[in-house]
């Protein structure tokens, strides 16, 4: 009886250790693609590590592990091999608080990458944006690519945002709103390339 405990005790432990050890190549994974796409860029990138979300805005703010000590300064365009992820708003010595896109006091000048047409994107602190100020008629379709314009005087012109999902027209009847899915995953970002200009 006890030979039968302890082989139940082994066959848990070996349990944690497998699911550990998955864990532990899916971080490979992803940091491994994080070297190929810093190596490829043609910006200049520092890798950072999510730490912690931020207490006082959980969902719309992320405290990463490296501050002024690694050159991050405030107001530093965020991504990771996904997309836009935000801009770092606090330094520390070594950490940082990056607001995300999806917060409401964001605004991103952004393009429709297929016909140029202009619009400012803001977070709604739901999965997913809106862009807003498109003219009645402009161009402009669900499945659009988003990329942010050479008018953002915070981010780099071309950085993927996300993609249309869904078109509406405002109120005043005067102009046209799009639903964006974020390109990066908001809720599941664990590794971060903060752009030095």
């Known amino acids: ?9 082994e066959v848990e432990s070996l349990r944690q250790r497998l699911f550990d050890l998955r864990e532990v190549d ?25 730490i912690a979300r931020s207490p006082d805005s959980w969902s719309s703010s992320i405290i990463i592990d490296k501050g002024r000590y690694n050159g991050i300064k405030r107001g530093m365009a965020v991504i990771n091999t ?26 991103i000048s ?11 994107v803001n977070g709604c602190l739901g999965p997913n944006l809106i862009m807003r100020y498109l003219a009645d008629d402009a161009q402009i379709e669900a499945g659009d690519i988003i990329i ?11 950085l993927l945002v996300g993609r249309v999902i869904n078109i509406g027209k405002e109120f005043s009847g005067l102009s046209r709103y799009a639903l964006i899915k974020p390109a990066a995953d908001l809720s599941a970002i664990e590794e971060v390339l903060v752009i030095i200009p």
Do not use: C
């Open 26 to 50: 899916q971080e490979n994974m992803r940091l491994k693609g994080l070297l190929s796409f810093k190596q490829k860029s043609p910006l200049r990138l520092i890798a950072a590590r999510v």
């Open 1 to 9: 009886m006890m030979q039968f405990g302890r082989l139940i005790n």
């Open 110 to 120: 952004s393009i429709v990458q297929r016909s140029h047409k202009e619009g400012l």
């Open 82 to 107: 996904q997309g836009l992820i935000g801009r770092v708003i606090e330094s520390a010595e070594n950490n940082s608080k990056i607001m995300l896109i999806n917060d409401p006091s964001q605004g």
């Open 148 to 158: 942010t314009s050479e008018l953002s005087q915070v981010y780099p012109k071309g």
